[in-house]
C-alpha cells in the first residue's frame, strides 16, 4: 500500500495546480516523492511538471495515450474576456520581474473593471466583467487574498499558460483598442486564440470544472 503522503499529493495534483504556499507540507511531499509520483502518474496518461523555482506543480497529458485511453485532464474552453484578462495579468508579471522590485502582482476589482472596459466596445457590464474574474479565481490563475473581497493576486502559474510564443501570435488582435470590431476579436478567439488549448492547460481536471 502506498505512503499516505504520496495518496495525498497524487489526489490533490488531480483536482489542480498546487502551489508551494498554499500547501508546504504537499509541496514537500512532492519535492521528495516526485518520482513515485510520476512512476504512477504515467500509468493514468499524465505527466507531472514541477517549476521549482515559482514553486508549482500540475499535470499534464502525455504526448501519446495508448489507443482508447481517455483524457483523465480535459481542456477548458475561455471566454474572450477572461482570455484578455488573462493576457493583462501576464504582462503585470513581466513588467514586475522586469522591475525587479515588485514579486507579487496585486489587482483590485476596480482596476480589472477599468482594465476590461478599455478592450470592449460596449464597455461591458460589471457582471460579466465580474464573471471573467471569477472564472480565473475559478482555475487557479487568480487568487483572493485572506481578509479582501476584492483585492487578488495574479499566480505565477499563468506565465505556464500563456506562453511568450503564444502572446507573440495573438496579443495584438486579442487587445485591439475598444474601437476595433469586437466580432472579429471574437473570431480570432474561435480561430486558436484561446490559451487554455495548449497543452499546458491540461492540469485542469474534470473535478476541477
Known amino acids: 500500500m502506498p505512503p499516505p503522503e504520496l495518496s495525498v499529493a497524487l489526489a490533490t495534483l488531480l483536482r489542480g495546480p498546487l502551489h ?3 500547501s508546504p507540507t504537499l509541496w514537500r511531499s512532492i519535492t521528495t ?3 513515485q509520483l510520476r512512476d504512477h502518474l504515467e500509468i493514468l496518461g499524465m505527466q507531472l511538471v514541477v517549476d521549482d523555482t ?3 506543480a500540475f499535470l499534464r497529458t502525455l504526448d501519446e495515450l495508448p489507443e482508447g485511453m481517455p483524457r483523465l485532464a480535459r481542456r477548458h474552453s475561455l471566454t474572450f474576456g477572461s482570455t484578455v484578462l488573462l493576457i493583462l495579468l501576464r504582462q503585470e508579471l513581466t513588467t514586475a520581474e522586469s522591475d525587479g522590485e515588485t514579486p507579487r502582482v496585486i489587482v483590485t476589482t476596480a482596476k480589472v473593471t477599468e482594465w476590461m472596459r478599455a478592450y470592449r466596445r460596449d464597455g461591458a457590464s460589471e457582471d460579466r466583467i465580474n464573471g471573467d474574474r471569477n ?3 475559478k482555475l487557479g490563475y487568480l487568487r483572493r487574498l485572506r481578509g479582501s473581497e476584492d483585492t487578488y493576486e495574479a499566480r505565477r502559474i499563468i506565465k505556464a499558460l500563456v506562453t511568450a510564443d503564444w502572446l507573440a501570435q495573438w496579443r495584438d488582435q486579442l487587445l485591439a483598442p475598444a474601437g476595433y ?4 476579436r471574437e473570431d480570432t478567439l474561435a480561430r486558436g486564440a484561446d490559451p487554455s488549448e495548449d497543452p499546458a492547460a ?3 481536471t474534470e473535478a476541477n470544472r
Do not use: P
Open 181 to 184: 470590431d469586437a466580432a472579429d
Open 202 to 204: 491540461d492540469e485542469l
Open 20 to 22: 508551494a504556499e498554499d
Open 33 to 35: 516523492l516526485g518520482a
Open 135 to 137: 472564472a480565473l479565481v
Open 54 to 56: 515559482e514553486k508549482y
